[in-house]
């Protein structure tokens, strides 16, 4: 029993993470992407929209128990789930296209991890200060300066956390009633409920987590690996032109810089080949920005990793300090792989459009746009009448004491506009039957607002008549919104007595 | 490799070099089997697993002894449950129910919720009590009314279809029940005079028939079965005595079938539903549903029978 020198680790315990602060065109951007996003998120439930006295108000509402979906001016019944569908297969589309064309530009900017992650990062910088205050505050001991600072910042979050819960309940019946009820402790408990998990998520995984959610809990990280590909633009370290990096001494890189911006006016920077005789170094100074304002808690200069999600702060990190020692921007850079031998050949880069544009993304394109047309176009072919028609096959007819043949027909009628509608009801087919409603002399049915009505059809044909005999007959039926002309049929069958 | 595996009895149990954890002592191949010790979370939850079960089987109907098992200390169990959910169901539909045993179902509009919850009440009492001999369709059998089609024997006015529902047909319990007899004529006609009979009844719904037989059997008709069955064959409600030139044979319409019930008359038999079988508000709903099938026919002041 001796110990062996070294015991390799099987645990490695999460390196805290504490990114610096940082600003520039990327990080505007994600400002300007969280804001929106979050005021989309939180404030939509509160937007009201006037469809009339029968129905809600609320312009983006999912109402569970009424079984509608309402947005904006589309209203969806759980049998047009296929919108929902759609839209769902649209949106995966759409990520395989970013993926393919931007690489994890979903993870960087919109992803709800990384935007409510952004925002609990920029909770904690406020109360507890930059990057070096919070990693001195780490290591302090717990003594009421500490205990102080943490407790505001987790009660922040908290509030954030609260909100964020309390949002999406609203999406779910009318936002000012529930506000009320929530407020006075008469809401359904399952909003409470929904709101607590949401609560415990927001928080944990915005404040505690973080990267850890991307890096073990998300698949998306795994199958965008798939997406990817050398023509992808994704964010990257031009090593040719940093490497061999070293600290920056001034001077040391004059002749360099002189003759790196007479290329950089060129456009010809980032392929500039370095000359041996002017400097040995290359312009990365190893300063370390990218690393520090890095909320995945990574060095990009080590080349592309699984837990890169390219937010671009990094870009924006070295910019900066490339401006500040005169030296042209991108060293670290959006970039397409497949560019980066001919960089290091001295070449130009391939333009951005034709890494973009590749049968692989034109292909995306055309699936997202095809569908996304076949749903338009269903949206506005849809009627605000439709009917299913369920023959009663128990018994398939029913012979009368005249002879004549019967059969019935559950049919369903749905009224989904937002007024009581008289619909009168008619058959076609190519042999005379007649058609009788349940319970009505006429054909006239009343269906009121955004309902269905069950409605018992009999068809009849006299024994004279080919149907009665006939082993099947096609026939349609018709409903008719008497006030407005609108239309919508169902095909069945009639069953007759075949003799045999 | 810190202990000999061939070694029966290590001195101490052996550790694996790498992590420093014991070993189960078995090897293949020099491929040993660390001895980690469980989780500390997973301990805990089977622990409170066990603890759980234990109090479980107290609490709740478990273990089962010769011949029921042990009832728990909650008293609970799955069918008094279902007896007190059928229990507040009955506390809830009370009062339409009540009202529903007041009711007069022909004065009730198709639009009344009153009316609504006798069909679909009505419905399941039908589903229960009635598709046994009617089919779950109602759309009968040979011998079983179908109660789809506009014919009926005792008459398909709502108050009507109630009261064959309430007081039933032929049977010996309610006094009140609808009642005719047949004669069985196999001792009273030759069976010539049966064939002539037949001949006839199959002329009155306008088939093929043999004119000269028929002529003879329309005689025969007229003194033995006209009194229940008309003159013309048209049937009468008061005697539940069908009508034979219609299209639809309760017992079958061919040669066959009719000698058979002139020969031997037929005896369908309906139970009286009415209290305590059902109650007056199931009657009710059962009497509504079958009036709406599609051959349920309009009331008239003169049809409503005294009950």
Same mark, same amino acid.
């Given at each position: 029993?001796?110990?062996?020198?070294?015991?390799?680790?099987?645990?490695?315990?999460?390196?805290?993470?504490?990114?610096?602060?940082?600003?520039?065109?990327?990080?505007?951007?994600?400002?300007?992407?969280?804001?929106?996003?979050?005021?989309?998120?939180?404030?939509?439930?509160?937007?009201?929209?006037?469809?009339?006295?029968?129905?809600?108000?609320?312009?983006?509402?999912?109402?569970?128990?009424?079984?509608?979906?309402?947005?904006?001016?589309?209203?969806?019944?759980?049998?047009?789930?296929?919108?929902?569908?759609?839209?769902?297969?649209?949106?995966?589309?759409?990520?395989?296209?970013?993926?393919?064309?931007?690489?994890?530009?979903?993870?960087?900017?919109?992803?709800?991890?990384?935007?409510?992650?952004?925002?609990?990062?920029?909770?904690?910088?406020?109360?507890?200060?930059?990057?070096?205050?919070?990693?001195?505050?780490?290591?302090?001991?717990?003594?009421?300066?500490?205990?102080?600072?943490?407790?505001?910042?987790?009660?922040?979050?908290?509030?954030?956390?609260?909100?964020?819960?309390?949002?999406?309940?609203?999406?779910?019946?009318?936002?000012?009633?529930?506000?009320?009820?929530?407020?006075?402790?008469?809401?359904?408990?399952?909003?409470?409920?929904?709101?607590?998990?949401?609560?415990?998520?927001?928080?944990?995984?915005?404040?505690?987590?973080?990267?850890?959610?991307?890096?073990?809990?998300?698949?998306?990280?795994?199958?965008?690996?798939?997406?990817?590909?050398?023509?992808?633009?994704?964010?990257?370290?031009? /090593?040719?032109? *940093?490497? %061999? !990096? $070293?600290?920056?001494?001034?001077? @040391?890189?004059?002749? #360099?810089?002189?003759?790196? +911006?007479?290329?950089?006016?060129?456009?010809?920077?980032?392929?500039?080949?370095?000359?041996?005789?002017?400097?040995?170094?290359?312009?990365?100074?190893?300063?370390?920005?990218?690393?520090?304002?890095?909320?995945?808690?990574?060095?990009?200069?080590?080349?592309?990793?699984?837990?890169?999600?390219?937010?671009?702060?990094?870009?924006?990190?070295?910019?900066?300090?490339? /401006?500040?020692? *005169?030296? %042209? !921007? $991108?060293?670290?850079?959006?970039? @397409?792989?497949?560019? #980066?031998?001919?960089?290091? +050949?001295?070449?130009?880069?391939?333009?951005?459009?034709?890494?973009?544009?590749?049968?692989?993304?034109?292909?995306?394109?055309?699936?997202?746009?095809?569908?996304?047309?076949?749903?338009?176009?269903?949206?506005?072919?849809?009627?605000?009448?439709?009917?299913?028609?369920?023959?009663?096959?128990?018994?398939?007819?029913?012979?009368?004491?005249?002879?004549?043949?019967?059969?019935?027909?559950?049919?369903?009628?749905?009224?989904?506009?937002?007024?009581?509608?008289?619909?009168?009801?008619?058959?076609? +087919?190519?042999?005379?039957?007649?058609?009788?409603?349940?319970?009505?002399?006429?054909?006239?049915?009343?269906?009121?607002?955004?309902?269905?009505?069950?409605?018992?059809?009999?068809?009849?044909?006299?024994?004279?008549?080919?149907?009665?005999?006939?082993?099947?007959?096609?026939?349609?039926?018709?409903?008719?919104?008497?006030?407005?002309?609108?239309?919508?049929?169902?095909?069945?069958?009639?069953?007759?007595?075949?003799?045999? | 490799?810190?202990?000999?595996?061939?070694?029966?009895?290590?001195?101490?149990?052996?550790?694996?070099?790498?992590?420093?954890?014991?070993?189960?002592?078995?090897?293949?191949?020099?491929?040993?089997?660390?001895?980690?010790?469980?989780?500390?979370?997973?301990?805990?939850?089977?622990?409170?697993?066990?603890?759980?079960?234990?109090?479980?089987?107290?609490?709740?109907?478990?273990?089962?002894?010769?011949?029921?098992?042990?009832?728990?200390?909650?008293?609970?169990?799955?069918?008094?449950?279902?007896?007190?959910?059928?229990?507040?169901?009955?506390?809830?539909?009370?009062?339409?129910?009540?009202?529903?045993?007041?009711?007069?179902?022909?004065?009730?509009?198709?639009?009344?919720?009153?009316?609504?919850?006798?069909?679909?009440?009505?419905?399941?009492?039908?589903?229960?009590?009635?598709?046994?001999?009617?089919?779950?369709?109602?759309?009968?059998?040979?011998?079983?009314?179908?109660?789809?089609?506009?014919?009926?024997?005792?008459?398909?006015?709502?108050?009507?279809?109630?009261?064959?529902?309430?007081?039933?047909?032929?049977?010996?319990?309610?006094?009140?029940?609808?009642?005719?007899?047949?004669?069985?004529?196999?001792?009273?006609?030759?069976?010539?005079?049966?064939?002539?009979?037949?001949?006839?009844?199959?002329?009155?719904?306008?088939?093929?028939?043999?004119?000269?037989?028929?002529?003879?059997?329309?005689?025969?008709?007229?003194?033995?079965?006209?009194?229940?069955?008309?003159?013309?064959?048209?049937?009468?409600?008061?005697?539940?005595?069908?009508?034979?030139?219609?299209?639809?044979?309760?017992?079958?319409?061919?040669?066959?079938?009719?000698?058979?019930?002139?020969?031997?008359?037929?005896?369908?038999?309906?139970?009286?539903?009415?209290?305590?079988?059902?109650?007056?508000?199931?009657?009710?709903?059962?009497?509504?549903?079958?009036?709406?099938?599609?051959?349920?026919?309009?009331?008239?002041?003169?049809?409503?029978?005294?009950?």
């Amino acid at each position: 029993m001796t110990d062996a020198p070294q015991t390799p680790a099987l645990f490695a315990p999460r390196e805290p993470i504490f990114p610096r602060r940082v600003t520039g065109p990327f990080r505007r951007l994600k400002w300007w992407i969280m804001g929106v996003t979050l005021g989309i998120y939180y404030l939509l439930p509160w937007l009201r929209w006037d469809r009339g006295p029968n129905l809600p108000d609320q312009a983006v509402l999912a109402d569970l128990a009424g079984r509608r979906f309402f947005f904006f001016w589309i209203e969806i019944w759980p049998h047009e789930f296929y919108f929902i569908a759609g839209l769902l297969i649209m949106a995966g589309l759409g990520l395989f296209l970013f993926t393919s064309a931007l690489g994890r530009v979903w993870c960087g900017y919109t992803c709800p991890q990384t935007v409510w992650t952004d925002l609990f990062i920029l909770v904690e910088r406020w109360i507890e200060g930059d990057r070096n205050a919070r990693l001195r505050l780490w290591k302090a001991p717990w003594d009421a300066r500490k205990w102080r600072l943490r407790i505001t910042k987790w009660a922040v979050w908290l509030l954030i956390a609260v909100a964020t819960g309390g949002a999406w309940v609203f999406y779910f019946t009318d936002a000012p009633r529930l506000a009320v009820d929530l407020v006075t402790g008469q809401a359904a408990s399952v909003a409470y409920a929904s709101i607590g998990v949401l609560t415990a998520t927001t928080f944990i995984f915005g404040g505690f987590m973080r990267e850890q959610v991307c890096n073990y809990m998300c698949p998306w990280p795994r199958i965008q690996a798939t997406m990817m590909d050398a023509d992808t633009i994704t964010v990257a370290y031009r /090593d040719w032109r *940093g490497e %061999p !990096r $070293g600290k920056h001494r001034k001077g @040391a890189r004059a002749a #360099a810089t002189t003759g790196t +911006a007479t290329a950089y006016d060129t456009g010809q920077a980032n392929a500039l080949p370095k000359d041996a005789a002017t400097a040995n170094l290359g312009d990365c100074i190893d300063c370390m920005a990218c690393v520090n304002v890095c909320p995945a808690g990574i060095d990009i200069r080590d080349g592309q990793q699984m837990e890169c999600i390219t937010c671009a702060l990094c870009i924006d990190a070295c910019d900066e300090v490339m /401006d500040k020692i *005169g030296k %042209p !921007r $991108g060293l670290i850079d959006y970039l @397409a792989l497949s560019d #980066a031998p001919r960089e290091r +050949a001295g070449q130009p880069p391939i333009p951005v459009w034709k890494h973009v544009l590749r049968p692989r993304t034109l292909l995306y394109t055309a699936m997202w746009g095809a569908i996304g047309l076949g749903l338009m176009f269903a949206l506005f072919i849809r009627s605000d009448i439709e009917l299913t028609v369920s023959p009663v096959r128990n018994p398939t007819f029913v012979t009368q004491s005249d002879g004549s043949i019967r059969n019935i027909y559950d049919v369903r009628l749905r009224n989904k506009s937002g007024d009581d509608r008289d619909f009168r009801m008619s058959l076609t +087919a190519d042999t005379p039957l007649r058609i009788d409603l349940q319970g009505s002399e006429t054909l006239s049915v009343n269906v009121p607002a955004d309902s269905t009505k069950l409605q018992r059809v009999y068809v009849t044909a006299r024994p004279q008549d080919p149907a009665a005999t006939r082993d099947r007959t096609p026939l349609r039926l018709w409903v008719e919104d008497t006030e407005t002309g609108d239309r919508a049929s169902s095909s069945t069958t009639f069953n007759g007595k075949a003799t045999p | 490799m810190t202990a000999d595996p061939n070694d029966p009895k290590p001195a101490k149990p052996p550790v694996d070099d790498v992590t420093g954890i014991e070993t189960t002592g078995h090897s293949w191949d020099g491929i040993e089997e660390l001895n980690s010790p469980l989780p500390r979370w997973w301990l805990w939850t089977f622990y409170a697993t066990v603890i759980w079960g234990i109090a479980y089987t107290v609490a709740y109907p478990a273990w089962p002894m010769i011949d029921r098992a042990t009832t728990g200390i909650l008293g609970y169990s799955t069918r008094a449950e279902v007896a007190a959910d059928i229990a507040a169901f009955e506390d809830a539909t009370a009062e339409l129910s009540a009202q529903l045993a007041r009711a007069d179902l022909t004065a009730l509009e198709p639009d009344d919720p009153l009316h609504r919850y006798a069909v679909s009440s009505g419905a399941a009492v039908f589903r229960t009590n009635c598709s046994q001999c009617h089919g779950s369709g109602a759309a009968g059998a040979r011998g079983y009314p179908n109660l789809l089609d506009d014919d009926w024997l005792w008459g398909g006015t709502v108050e009507q279809i109630a009261y064959t529902v309430r007081h039933g047909i032929r049977n010996e319990q309610d006094p009140d029940a609808r009642w005719s007899q047949m004669p069985a004529y196999r001792d009273l006609l030759t069976p010539d005079e049966i064939a002539q009979t037949v001949e006839y009844v199959v002329s009155l719904s306008d088939r093929p028939h043999e004119t000269a037989q028929a002529a003879q059997g329309a005689e025969i008709f007229a003194d033995q079965c006209s009194a229940c069955h008309g003159e013309a064959g048209t049937g009468m409600r008061e005697m539940g005595a069908p009508n034979l030139t219609d299209a639809i044979w309760l017992y079958g319409g061919d040669r066959e079938a009719l000698t058979a019930t002139i020969a031997n008359a037929r005896f369908g038999v309906m139970p009286p539903w009415g209290p305590p079988r059902l109650s007056e508000a199931q009657v009710q709903a059962v009497a509504a549903y079958v009036h709406q099938l599609g051959g349920g026919e309009a009331s008239e002041a003169s049809d409503v029978p005294a009950n």
